[in-house]
């Protein structure tokens, strides 16, 4: 992930260079392949390389073409499309050109409209000289970073917090709005607010210009604007999304570099990396996978599908497989150091070792199947409520029918169709009240009174995503993309692995595909009382049938394993830190580490604990902020 920032004096006060210096040295952290800097008057764009795909070999950034400066983080998928469409430069061929030529070239050509016909991850900004100003954009779904500051004076601008947070005379006030948000959803999962009252983040699929008097924030693309696909049946659906699926895999496979992937054994990531693996074969090239899963102990039964899933998969693909080793003392490490306030916000403990192994190979590009339960391959949830509501009472007849028949009881059925078609159309303020519904009631007793009622005013907002199906397949989609989680894993493991000069890539988030699922009649989604029907028709002959059309993963082994690892790691840090808390109640607080071996019977409550326990010890992070 290349880094970048820029700096726009909105009232006219030239760049100085020592200004500049500071930022590129708070870059120096990433390692940059290269950086550099281009200063004109009041403006000074600055970017640190990190070489990835071949063309990036021939790439020097800032980009200057006598009009426009451009810097970016970028990965352009559609580059042979493009290259038939704007102006490139003519003396080299295609292969030696950078993906920030395809990005000015369709500046030039389409202007402000030019994000809506890029696709890949991306977020870049071009100095405008003729119209004097600053044009800014971020990818459809949110991959890449782009963060910012605008007062009247200054517009400063980049992909990373921590370059950002060196500017000079800057607050670095924490934002309680943020502080509440992360509380209550244990993760920042606002598009636009950061930990920093002074900066915010451009939300995905916008872009925003800055000139001297004016700024203006527009949304380029929304999912639900998708077209609708129609096709003969279902095998012509599933075939379609396969070709799509192949496109998406093979694009992020533009590495000079080993690839790396995640492999969990189940259906999402075991696809992709069974794609890539093949694909990277005919270049005589292997792939390097993970399984956070730690490798089995003597007295674990190694056939087990939590082990022997990825195993196998890997065996038979040529793959060269890790399990993850995690320990408490290196967990309370990363706690230590971890960065909440620049973006580091989520709870993925065996990312940590995932990349530090992945930079030991070398690899710069690790593949990951998230995001796909939300789209490509989510259950289907809103299915037979939307059967209802867009009138297909006889298809919903037929499928109850079956449902009917595999529950073996009358009670069984009608508690199906209690949550599958009544429960949809509850409105979403009642909906945790009525019965038998798993709403998690909200216990923020180990918080100082000020944070406490910021997190149960955080709570009690719509929050667009709930346990509760909505009441159609696309309307289900649309709550996780409204919701804020997709980004905040992406932003988190961005944050994370800028040290490891490493890149996460997500297949199943590609925008065609996003667009495709939206574009599916619903009725495709769930055949059978299948969830993920499209999909696993989709892949079936890339993996053994017991995963194709398994049920869902259930890891309890890793989970129990990482709730163990953790608890020990808190304690470790409980004893060798006493710290006063702003945020928290910090006798409450030991109180819940305390409870903790009392409620290991009970999985959901112990982890429950754990992650609010944790969140006391990841709150000294931003509360340093401000002691210091």
């Known amino acids: 992930m290349s880094g970048f920032f820029g700096i726009f004096n909105r009232n006219g006060k030239n760049v100085t260079h020592e200004t500049v210096d500071v930022l590129l040295d708070a870059m120096s952290y990433r390692d940059p392949d290269e950086a550099d800097v281009r200063i004109s008057g009041s403006v000074a764009l600055g970017h640190g ?6 063309e990036s070999g021939y790439e020097h950034l800032p980009l200057y073409d006598g009009t426009y400066v451009l810097t970016m983080d970028a990965r352009i998928d559609n580059r042979e499309e493009l290259a038939e469409e704007i102006e490139l430069p003519t003396d080299r061929p295609l292969c030696e050109i950078g993906d920030s030529e395809f990005v000015l070239g369709a500046y030039r050509k389409w202007g ?20 004097k100003r600053v044009f800014c954009a971020r990818d459809q779904v949110g991959v890449k970073q782009f963060y910012y500051h605008l007062s009247d004076d200054l517009f400063l601008f980049g992909n990373d917090l921590k370059v950002l947070t060196a500017y000079p005379d800057i607050s670095q006030t924490v934002n309680d709005e943020a502080v509440a948000n992360y509380i209550v959803h244990h993760q ?20 925003l210009v800055v000139s001297d008097t004016v700024a203006r924030k527009k949304c380029y693309w929304k999912p639900e604007h998708s077209p609708g696909i129609k096709l003969p049946d279902a095998e012509a659906y599933a075939g379609k999304l396969r070709e799509l699926l192949e496109e998406a895999v093979y694009c992020r496979l533009r590495s000079d570099y080993p690839v790396a992937s995640h492999l969990s054994g189940g259906l999402d990531s075991s696809s992709i990396a069974v794609l890539a693996a093949r694909k990277l074969k005919e270049k005589n090239e292997k792939l390097l996978v993970f399984n956070w899963v730690p490798a089995p102990k003597e007295e674990d039964d190694p056939e087990y599908y939590e082990w022997a899933n990825s195993k196998n998969i890997a065996d038979a693909e040529g793959m060269e497989h890790r399990y993850v080793t995690l320990a408490s003392e290196n967990v309370a490490g990363y706690m230590r150091k971890r960065g909440l306030v620049y973006g580091d916000t989520a709870t993925f403990w065996y990312e940590y070792p995932v990349r530090e192994a992945a930079q030991a190979k070398g690899s710069r590009t690790l593949l990951s199947g998230f995001g796909g339960d939300e789209f490509a ?8 409520s939307g059967l209802f509501l867009h009138g297909k009472w006889l298809k919903l007849f037929d ?8 529950k073996k009881g009358f009670r069984p059925f009608l508690a199906f169709v209690y949550h599958h078609l009544f429960m949809p159309f509850v409105p979403e303020k009642l909906y945790c009240k009525a019965p038998r519904t798993q709403c998690r009631n909200p216990d923020f007793d180990f918080l100082q009174k000020k944070y406490r009622e910021l997190a149960e005013k955080e709570y009690g907002k719509p929050r667009g995503l709930t346990v509760q199906a909505k009441k159609t397949v696309r309307e289900h989609m649309l709550a996780h993309w409204r919701h804020g989680h997709l980004q905040s894993r992406m932003e988190t ?3 994370g692995s800028a040290a490891d000069k490493l890149e996460y890539s997500y297949p199943l988030l590609d925008r065609r595909i996003i667009e495709y699922v939206f574009g599916i009649p619903e009725e495709y989604f769930v055949h059978d009382m299948t969830g993920r029907y499209l999909f696993r028709t989709a892949v079936k002959d890339l993996l053994p049938d017991r995963i194709i059309w398994g049920s869902s993963k259930i890891e309890s082994n890793r989970v ?18 006493k710290h006063v808390s702003g945020y928290i109640d910090a006798e ?41």
């Open 112 to 131: 402000e409209a030019c994000p809506e016909h890029l696709l890949g991850d991306f977020a870049f900004a071009i100095r405008d000289e003729k119209r």
């Open 49 to 54: 390389m990190l070489r990835n795909t071949p």
């Open 493 to 495: 493991w961005a944050a």
């Open 188 to 207: 920042l999962t606002s598009k636009t607010l950061t930990f920093f009252e002074a900066f915010r983040k451009l939300p995905p699929a916008h872009t």
């Open 560 to 577: 129990k394993s990482m709730n163990e690892t953790v608890s020990t790691a808190l304690e470790i840090l409980r004893n060798e830190e």
């Open 377 to 384: 391959t989510q259950h289907g949830h809103g299915f037979y």
């Open 588 to 628: 409450k607080a030991a109180r819940r580490v305390r409870d903790l071996k009392a409620a290991s019977n009970n999985q959901n409550d112990y982890a429950e604990k754990l992650r609010i326990v944790a969140l006391s010890s990841y709150l000294k992070n931003t509360e340093r902020l401000n002691l210091e």
């Open 399 to 406: 499928e109850l029918k079956l449902v009917k028949k595999r």
